[in-house]
């Protein structure tokens, strides 16, 4: 045996965690990083921007909405391409596309320049995700790999409070600029560490050896995975829309309620802060539970804390408290539905399987927050819009159970 078939055999049979794994889960874990990062880089300069360029703050929706199209995008195309060319590959571009993205950021000088850099960002760091996770679960002991891609998760809003804390320093000594110039200058280098140091995907590679077309979306309903895909893209949709609209409407709708912008944007770090220590608790506790009921549990949870929150809004102390336990368990929740989006597909359409789930969850990360909107324009009650904002947590749970009870499911979660 020798090869892509050798490399494929010695990746399935890793029985510890060894030194490749920890080389390929620290340089996917820095990419994620990198993506929260340069994701919520954009909203603490985004006046600054605004005044720069000559705009008004209510023409940046758009702006603040490129990256979640490009995101989208980059998704769908970079999961399909992984499969069929090289994880490895993939992902280094797609590094490379949203480090070269977020310097041009920092040299736009008009609105469609700006609008164009933030798409292209978008389209690499939704390129990156899928080969990450792929990348990161082929080359985890099968016994780890639903841990090891949840904690991985962390990585993100890890890198968004690294992101908020360097806008706060950088921002007014250096200018909105220097922000983009660090994180695009970051990603670049990394692409060239990725592309010298990073394994190829085993896999990817046997892929091209027998000459089999891999990558396609119809792998995602073929051999009775209709409808694990179904529910899972039902899932994926509700999960994203509640973490991104918790996260974008929290602030507005707590000073609506009376309270100032310092306190609103408090509680937003708290229910950050809370996601960051419920995706690892809960990553540590997937060796003994089961991805999709760690999930399910974690939707429950989200959608119960969330209405918590609008039922307390009056109360600072219970409205941090909740705030915190939101989003322990709606970030556990992504971070575990990645894990169950690389469990639901075996290792040739792992990168294509993830992609498109998290594609179609982008979708909800696009219509979520303007649904929001149209709540709050026809003057809905703080304690209904949460209720709203809690609904998708459980029909994602739903969808779940649903999913896990699938035959396509049942019979590859065990060796996925």
Excluded at 97 to 116: H, K, N, Q, R
């Amino acid at each position: 045996m020798s090869g892509a078939p050798a490399l494929l055999a010695a990746a399935a049979g890793r029985e510890r965690f060894d030194t490749t794994s920890w080389l390929v889960a620290g340089l996917c874990a820095a990419v994620a990083f990198l993506d929260g990062f340069d994701t919520q880089s954009l909203a603490p300069a985004a006046k600054s921007i605004a005044d720069s360029l000559g705009v008004t703050m209510s023409a940046f929706g758009p702006i603040f909405s490129a990256s979640q199209i490009g995101f989208l995008v980059g998704a769908f195309a970079f999961g399909s391409l992984g499969d069929r060319f090289g994880r490895k590959r993939l992902l280094g571009l797609a590094a490379l596309v949203f480090g070269l993205s977020t310097l041009a950021t920092a040299f736009a000088d008009s609105y469609g320049a700006l609008f164009l850099a933030r798409i292209l960002a978008g389209v690499g760091l939704g390129g990156a995700t899928p080969n990450f996770v792929a990348l990161a679960s082929e080359f985890s002991p099968q016994r780890l790999r639903a841990r090891v891609v949840t904690c991985l998760w962390a990585a993100v809003p890890l890198g968004g409070m690294a992101g908020a804390f360097a806008s706060a320093l950088i921002l007014p000594r250096f200018g909105w600029q220097a922000i983009f110039l660090l994180g695009g200058a970051t990603p670049v280098a990394i692409a060239a560490v990725l592309f010298a140091a990073l394994p190829e995907s085993a896999e990817a590679g046997a892929q091209a050896t027998r000459g089999a077309a891999s990558g396609r979306l119809a792998d995602l309903f073929s051999e009775g995975r209709a409808a694990s895909t179904a529910w899972l893209w039902l899932a994926s949709f509700m999960t994203w829309t509640v973490l991104i609209v918790m996260s974008f409407w929290t602030p507005p709708l707590l000073q609506r309620s009376g309270w100032s912008a310092p306190s609103a944007a408090q509680i937003l770090a708290l229910n950050n802060a809370g996601g960051v220590v419920g995706t690892l608790l809960l990553g540590a506790a997937l060796t003994r539970l089961r991805p999709q009921a760690a999930l399910a549990g974690a939707l429950v949870g989200a959608a119960i804390f969330l209405a918590a929150m609008g039922a307390a809004v009056a109360n600072p102390a219970l409205v941090a408290v909740a705030a915190l336990l939101a989003g322990f368990c709606a970030s556990a929740a992504g971070g575990a539905m990645l894990a169950v989006s690389a469990a639901a597909y075996p290792p040739a359409a792992r990168s294509t399987g993830v992609g498109w789930a998290l594609g179609v969850g982008r979708i909800g990360a696009v219509i979520g927050p303007s649904a929001a909107g149209l709540l709050v324009a026809r003057a809905w009650p703080v304690n209904a819009i949460y209720l709203a904002i809690a609904a998708p947590a459980v029909l994602a749970a739903i969808f779940v159970l649903l999913l896990s009870r699938t035959a396509a499911f049942a019979r590859l979660q065990p060796s996925a």
